[in-house]
């Protein structure tokens, strides 16, 4: 490749080279350098050498006279910057003059690394500012609740008008949904039940054997799946995967441009995109807890047939005799709740990607975190609340 040579001007007078685009006059002790026309990469290349030399003079003022200036790049800005810079540091009085606003931004903009500059220390701990960053926090968590209850406020409006005229509401989207978030849920639903299942029942088995009450894993598998396991993986698999696809979905819909779209040609956002997200949860969550709940007992019966010897008829027997309706039924009205939820804190915060890649990013796992999180808190409310009932 032949390389591209670069005519250097001729020194002036002042020993500084000349140019079309600089040109460098002297006022007593001080010098006034007058910069001209469009000062682009091409130029700053060009008058490398004169600026470099102006640098370097020990006059005690300068001035650069850039209101002839028609045009100006970070090339050309740097190079400015760079002269600037190195007199001051010579203790040289420098002055920019001329220059209009709108070129005078992308001089600002020219910056100059200083690797000697000393990093600021983080700051160090004090009350004051713990109670500010808790107070932002409070405040962030009390406007993401205030924003979950009003688009579940507008979800139970247009389910109300749905209930009355019935094809408002879009039956594809919905079986689509249920389809993406629970059928295809089933096989890692199932096995990672399965196996807690087992687990459960193999530690219970370990520790109930030195009492001689090993026949009580089955009670405690059978209460614990039914009651809590059972549906808390669930619901923690869907809100890790259906909770993290709402927000994405929605949120790249966003960054496209295509929510704006919905919106112009009149169709509500929360009608075709959230009210089908959470009747198809709503109806999916459920079926995967019972699904759940077998899987576990699956699981725990592998464990109690093979480890303690019993047979299926006796292990169905003690299950019947240790376990209520309740038992079931209390981690299945736990499931429309958790739906409601998860469905929610999916789209809402799809609905609040800002625009670009990061913030799809940002928002899904911020409703995975925050899903996981109410879940558990709700699950402990369940639990405290039927504990209070003596359910």
Not at 67 to 78: E, H
Not at 160 to 171: F, N, S, W, Y
Not at 325 to 349: E, M, R
Request: with cysteine; aromatic share 4%.
């Amino acid at each position: 490749m032949q390389a591209t040579a670069i005519d250097r001007p001729a020194a002036g007078r002042n020993g500084i080279p000349e140019s079309d685009a600089l040109a460098v006059e002297s006022r007593g002790d001080a010098v006034v350098a007058r910069l001209r026309g469009v000062w682009t990469l091409e130029t700053a290349l060009t008058v490398d050498a004169a600026m470099r030399a102006l640098a370097e003079r020990s006059d005690r003022a300068v001035t650069l006279d850039a209101a002839a200036v028609t045009r100006l790049d970070s090339a050309g800005a740097w190079a400015i910057r760079r002269t600037a810079a190195r007199l001051e540091q010579r203790g040289v009085a420098v002055e920019i003059a001329g220059l209009d606003d709108g070129l005078r931004a992308i001089l600002d903009k020219a910056t100059l690394s200083d690797p000697a500059a000393m990093v600021a220390p983080p700051p160090r701990w004090s009350l004051p500012r713990f109670l500010e960053q808790l107070g932002r926090h409070v405040v962030e968590a009390a406007g993401t609740g205030r924003g979950l209850l009003g688009l579940l406020g507008l979800v139970v409006a247009a389910l109300g008008q749905a209930v009355l005229r019935p094809r408002r509401l879009r039956g594809t989207a919905v079986v689509a949904q249920i389809e993406a978030t629970g059928v295809t849920a089933l096989p890692i639903v199932g096995l990672l039940c399965f196996l807690v299942g087992v687990v459960l029942a193999y530690m219970g088995a370990l520790q109930l054997a030195r009492f001689g009450a090993a026949v009580l894993t089955v009670n405690l598998v059978g209460v614990s799946v039914l009651r809590e396991i059972g549906i808390l993986l669930a619901a923690i698999i869907v809100a890790g995967r259906s909770g993290s696809a709402f927000a994405a979905q929605i949120g790249t819909m966003k960054v496209n441009q295509e929510i704006d779209a919905l919106e112009t040609m009149g169709l509500s956002v929360v009608d075709v995109l959230v009210v089908p997200r959470v009747v198809a949860l709503v109806i999916a969550l459920p079926a995967l807890a019972v699904f759940a709940d077998v899987a576990g007992l699956a699981g725990g019966a592998v464990v109690c047939l093979f480890l303690l010897d019993l047979s299926t008829g006796q292990f169905l027997a003690q299950l019947a005799s240790g376990v209520t309706i309740w038992s079931f039924l209390v981690g299945l009205i736990k499931a429309p709740v958790f739906a409601v939820v998860i469905a929610l804190v999916g789209c809402h915060n799809g609905l609040g990607v800002s625009g670009s890649a990061e913030s799809v990013g940002r928002q899904t796992t911020r409703a995975v975190v925050e899903s996981i999180f109410l879940v558990i808190v709700l699950n402990a409310i369940f639990a405290i609340a039927f504990a209070e009932m003596g359910i």
